[in-house]
């Protein structure tokens, strides 16, 4: 058969449902094979966009997602969601064009070495030379970037490769158990918690597996030890229950950072150096345990006393199942610190300014969103109130990047959850900077006739690194800029657009765009005038005295 038909049975037998992108025509073999297939293109404005969807889509089923492109400026603009992916532990696979590569056709127009481009930031990367590697190949690409850790892989294939003729079968896919971890260092782990006086669990980004967080529920349920998150962790275990500390928003200073300070252990599960850390090492006596796909990476900010290496769920149930001695634990200043995280979180929850106080938003949105609705936060400093404020019920109900933490993904995440989960309510948050960087998939979205919200948090300037400045005693300087009419610009693409003109009107706004069908654009503006006041400041006066 055709090699480009061969390609799409490879991507059909890997259980592929989309293929994101903007096809070229180095792709047109492979996009008239896909005509025959059920595999269904979605057909972009922009190539990182369909990066980011691909990557949110691996997120989200812990199966690869596909985005394609052509050669040259294609590829190039997969860069960026190529890093989000591998960054984020998100797997992905990504397919790119070339020229014939066994005659030259024009010369070197366009042509870059994208393989080479992509091996910094992959776990794997290849060029396709023959039809009959395919297989091979592609069953490699899909492994790797599943694999734990997940990340992303590369494919390129050339325009005369995917023409030729191939009599090559398909490979049989192997399913992998994971390895669980030896069993000194559970009991090694054991006896460091049972001996521990005030041992404090930390959720991160890798914790975020369906039988992960059945174990961590247990074993929480079990131990009765209090647990903090990464921004990355959010929702692994529900953020209502007692034992939640709070979340790591801040790197240091923060409320949950007095409860880091009194715990003698911290059990790090699925936290690694890639997301921007909590500063919990150093403090002499205090142990931290590692618990891991995959073995620590040593900083000066990460320097565990004990590796647990293997299966996660595996080895937290076993850590359930070994502890016998609690007796000795004292987390009475844990609560203490949970009682002034809890005051804190309400603290401007009811602020009636206009534009929007951040603390009043962040309340309202949780009122709106059922425990299985999700939002897709895009960069900037509004993350920060979100992730300090919103409780997560649900693992993969708050969707964000603090790995590359890239400017633009919001909205493609967001369309990507919609995808997967067709019947839950999505709502993509954006700072106006990072929704004008992919904005035209709205077209994307009102063709996909999507039931979409998007809610634009609108200061006129790149908000976080304003609150930087002002932070680095900087004068105000270089990061104001214009927008358009966002109700209009909505509207122009055949959504519907909505302004918010007082506090009062958030909610209202927000429940009619969720209950409603088709894409809502929600403008409404923040006032972020007081962030260096409270997020440098005020907060780190007001837990110094707990």
């Given at each position: 058969m055709k090699a480009s038909d061969l390609f799409v049975k490879a991507l059909e037998a890997e259980d592929v449902e989309y293929v994101f992108g903007i096809p070229g025509e180095e792709n047109l073999d492979l996009l008239d094979s896909l005509r025959n297939s059920n595999i269904e293109l979605i057909l972009t404005r922009h190539e990182q966009a369909a990066g980011f969807m691909a990557a949110t889509y691996g997120r989200l089923t812990g199966k690869a997602g596909v985005c394609m492109s052509t050669l040259g400026p294609g590829a190039t603009n997969l860069v960026t969601p190529a890093a989000y992916a591998q960054l984020g532990g998100m797997p992905i696979v990504m397919i790119t064009g070339q020229k014939p590569v066994k005659k030259s056709k024009q010369g070197h127009f366009q042509i870059i070495d994208a393989v080479d481009m992509m091996r910094p930031i992959t776990k794997f990367t290849r060029q396709l030379v023959s039809g009959n590697n395919i297989p091979a190949r592609v069953r490699e690409a899909f492994r790797m970037a599943e694999e734990e850790r997940?990340?992303?892989?590369?494919?390129?294939?050339?325009?005369?490769?995917?023409?030729?003729?191939?009599?090559?079968?398909?490979?049989?896919?192997?399913?992998?158990?994971?390895?669980?971890?030896?069993?000194?260092?559970?009991?090694?782990?054991?006896?460091?918690?049972?001996?521990?006086?005030?041992?404090?669990?930390?959720?991160?980004?890798?914790?975020?597996?369906?039988?992960?967080?059945?174990?961590?529920?247990?074993?929480?349920?079990?131990?009765?030890?209090?647990?903090?998150?990464?921004?990355?962790?959010?929702?692994?275990?529900?953020?209502?229950?007692?034992?939640?500390?709070?979340?790591?928003?801040?790197?240091?200073?923060?409320?949950?950072?007095?409860?880091?300070?009194?715990?003698?252990?911290?059990?790090?599960?699925?936290?690694?150096?890639?997301?921007?850390?909590?500063?919990?090492?150093?403090?002499?006596?205090?142990?931290?345990?590692?618990?891991?796909?995959?073995?620590?990476?040593?900083?000066?900010?990460?320097?565990?006393?004990?590796?647990?290496?293997?299966?996660?769920?595996?080895?937290?149930?076993?850590?359930?199942?070994?502890?016998?001695?609690?007796?000795?634990?004292?987390?009475?200043?844990?609560?203490?610190?949970?009682?002034?995280?809890?005051?804190?979180?309400?603290?401007?929850?009811?602020?009636?300014?206009f534009p929007v106080y951040p603390q009043r938003l962040v309340a309202d949105v949780r009122k709106m969103m059922p425990s299985d609705g999700i939002i897709a936060l895009d960069n900037g400093v509004y993350k920060i109130w979100f992730a300090r404020n919103y409780k997560a019920h649900r693992p993969n109900t708050v969707l964000l990047d603090n790995a590359l933490a890239s400017m633009g993904a919001g909205l493609p995440s967001a369309m990507a959850a919609r995808l997967v989960f067709p019947d839950k309510k999505v709502l993509a948050i954006c700072g106006d900077g990072g929704f004008m960087m992919n904005s035209q998939e709205i077209e994307t979205a009102v063709r996909l006739k999507m039931n979409l919200v998007v809610l634009i948090l609108r200061d006129d300037a790149y908000g976080m690194i304003k609150w930087k400045q002002a932070n680095m005693h900087f004068e105000n300087y270089g990061l104001d800029y214009g927008n358009p009419d966002f109700v209009k610009y909505a509207e122009a693409y055949g959504a519907s657009g909505h302004r918010v003109e007082s506090a009062a009107e958030v909610v209202p706004i927000l429940e009619k765009c969720l209950n409603d069908t088709g894409v809502h654009i929600i403008d409404v503006q923040v006032d972020y005038s007081e962030n260096d006041r409270i997020l440098n400041h005020e907060i780190k006066e007001k837990s110094a005295l707990i």
């Amino acid at each position: 058969m055709k090699a480009s038909d061969l390609f799409v049975k490879a991507l059909e037998a890997e259980d592929v449902e989309y293929v994101f992108g903007i096809p070229g025509e180095e792709n047109l073999d492979l996009l008239d094979s896909l005509r025959n297939s059920n595999i269904e293109l979605i057909l972009t404005r922009h190539e990182q966009a369909a990066g980011f969807m691909a990557a949110t889509y691996g997120r989200l089923t812990g199966k690869a997602g596909v985005c394609m492109s052509t050669l040259g400026p294609g590829a190039t603009n997969l860069v960026t969601p190529a890093a989000y992916a591998q960054l984020g532990g998100m797997p992905i696979v990504m397919i790119t064009g070339q020229k014939p590569v066994k005659k030259s056709k024009q010369g070197h127009f366009q042509i870059i070495d994208a393989v080479d481009m992509m091996r910094p930031i992959t776990k794997f990367t290849r060029q396709l030379v023959s039809g009959n590697n395919i297989p091979a190949r592609v069953r490699e690409a899909f492994r790797m970037a599943e694999e734990e850790r997940p990340g992303a892989s590369h494919l390129e294939l050339p325009e005369d490769v995917a023409a030729e003729q191939t009599d090559a079968h398909l490979l049989e896919i192997s399913r992998v158990r994971r390895p669980t971890a030896e069993d000194k260092a559970i009991r090694f782990a054991i006896e460091m918690i049972e001996a521990a006086k005030s041992p404090l669990l930390l959720i991160g980004a890798a914790a975020n597996r369906k039988l992960t967080s059945k174990m961590l529920r247990e074993f929480i349920d079990k131990t009765g030890i209090p647990f903090f998150t990464t921004q990355m962790g959010k929702g692994v275990v529900d953020e209502r229950d007692p034992l939640f500390m709070g979340n790591a928003a801040l790197s240091a200073n923060d409320f949950v950072h007095r409860a880091i300070e009194a715990a003698d252990l911290i059990i790090n599960v699925g936290h690694d150096v890639i997301e921007k850390p909590p500063f919990f090492m150093g403090k002499e006596g205090r142990k931290v345990i590692h618990v891991n796909f995959t073995s620590a990476a040593v900083d000066p900010v990460y320097f565990p006393q004990l590796e647990v290496v293997g299966d996660i769920a595996n080895s937290i149930w076993r850590f359930k199942e070994g502890i016998t001695t609690q007796s000795a634990w004292d987390f009475a200043r844990f609560q203490t610190v949970k009682e002034h995280v809890e005051a804190n979180i309400l603290e401007g929850s009811d602020d009636d300014r206009f534009p929007v106080y951040p603390q009043r938003l962040v309340a309202d949105v949780r009122k709106m969103m059922p425990s299985d609705g999700i939002i897709a936060l895009d960069n900037g400093v509004y993350k920060i109130w979100f992730a300090r404020n919103y409780k997560a019920h649900r693992p993969n109900t708050v969707l964000l990047d603090n790995a590359l933490a890239s400017m633009g993904a919001g909205l493609p995440s967001a369309m990507a959850a919609r995808l997967v989960f067709p019947d839950k309510k999505v709502l993509a948050i954006c700072g106006d900077g990072g929704f004008m960087m992919n904005s035209q998939e709205i077209e994307t979205a009102v063709r996909l006739k999507m039931n979409l919200v998007v809610l634009i948090l609108r200061d006129d300037a790149y908000g976080m690194i304003k609150w930087k400045q002002a932070n680095m005693h900087f004068e105000n300087y270089g990061l104001d800029y214009g927008n358009p009419d966002f109700v209009k610009y909505a509207e122009a693409y055949g959504a519907s657009g909505h302004r918010v003109e007082s506090a009062a009107e958030v909610v209202p706004i927000l429940e009619k765009c969720l209950n409603d069908t088709g894409v809502h654009i929600i403008d409404v503006q923040v006032d972020y005038s007081e962030n260096d006041r409270i997020l440098n400041h005020e907060i780190k006066e007001k837990s110094a005295l707990i």
